[in-house]
């Protein structure tokens, strides 16, 4: 192989080694200007954009096991990686696209599974990690006071009556 080829190889799988999952998208509507502010957003998750050779992106999968996804790679090829939330990214990109109609997400991998766009669709319209966490806090504390006040009506009934003066 070429040192070229290696050159790029090499490049893709350092792209994907960045994070346990991957989102694969079609630019071929999107602007440099528009890239520009995708990146400017995906800063916020930590994840990066690269445009990258389907054919390097191909070798570069196999290399790190990843599952099949040879159909998605048509026509062109942005690999979005990097950072821990991946549900955030997903938002990030699915309110990109609601902007600007231009984007538009082939296929995604997490923990070496596939997932399809209407997958991570639906995973960009869950709440965040923190809302989750406050909802079912609040579940728990709801139960808990609801099982106190349970407690203090059955002691009030039990209570014998004061004697009138």
């Known amino acids: ?90 938002k990030i990109l699915k309110k990109y696209f609601d902007e600007k109609q231009k984007l538009e997400v082939k296929i995604g991998v997490i923990d070496k599974k596939l997932i399809s766009a209407a997958d991570l669709a639906k995973i960009a319209d869950l709440p965040s990690f923190e809302a989750l966490r406050s909802q079912l806090l609040g579940l728990f504390t709801q139960n808990a006071a609801s099982f106190v006040r349970l407690l203090d009506a059955k002691v009030k009934k039990e209570q014998p009556a004061a004697p009138a003066a």
């Open 1 to 90: 192989m070429r040192a070229e080829k290696n050159y790029l190889i090499k490049e893709v799988e350092t792209h994907l080694k960045k994070s346990d999952y991957v989102i694969l998208t079609n630019f071929s509507k999107v602007t440099v200007a528009d890239a520009a502010e995708l990146r400017k957003r995906l800063d916020a998750e930590k994840a990066e954009f690269h445009v990258v050779k389907n054919s390097s992106l191909r070798v570069a999968a196999k290399t790190m096991g990843l599952p099949e996804f040879e159909g998605a790679l048509t026509g062109p090829t942005a690999v979005i990686v990097g950072g821990k939330n991946s549900a955030g990214v997903a």
